[in-house]
């Protein structure tokens, strides 16, 4: 019998299998990266992200989860202005997160 609907992909992660010393590279080159709580204020004052994918909370998570190429998506556009960098109320220096993301995710 068909419903009209079905059930969507797993998107479960084993967190435990992924290799997070991509994350410890970036902690050790911008140690507020650590101090993230996901709160969106830099999503929400974004400039860019208003046109372009681009979310550093999203792609913080993402390395989190191991998702190196799309974390690399969501700052990939990001136009380095420093919004995010001053709405942020744990202090993260955003800007230095996005460049040291490019250059640390990009370079493996």
Do not use: W
């Not at 550093?56 to 190429?69: E, M, S």
């Not at 998506?73 to 960098?85: A, I, N, W, Y």
């Amino acid at each position: 019998m068909d419903f009209g609907f079905g059930l969507s992909p797993s998107s479960r992660m084993n967190l435990d299998s992924v290799d997070h010393t991509l994350n410890e590279r970036i902690a050790v080159e911008e140690p507020s990266f650590r101090e993230c709580i996901a709160c969106g204020s830099c999503t929400a004052s974004c400039t860019a992200g208003k046109y372009t994918p681009t979310s550093v909370r999203r792609a913080i998570l993402c390395l989190q989860n191991g998702q190196k190429d799309k974390a690399l998506e969501l700052v990939d556009k990001c136009l380095l202005c420093g919004k995010c960098t001053m709405v942020c109320p744990r202090g993260v220096n955003t800007r230095h997160l996005v460049m040291t993301i490019l250059k640390i995710a990009s370079a493996k």
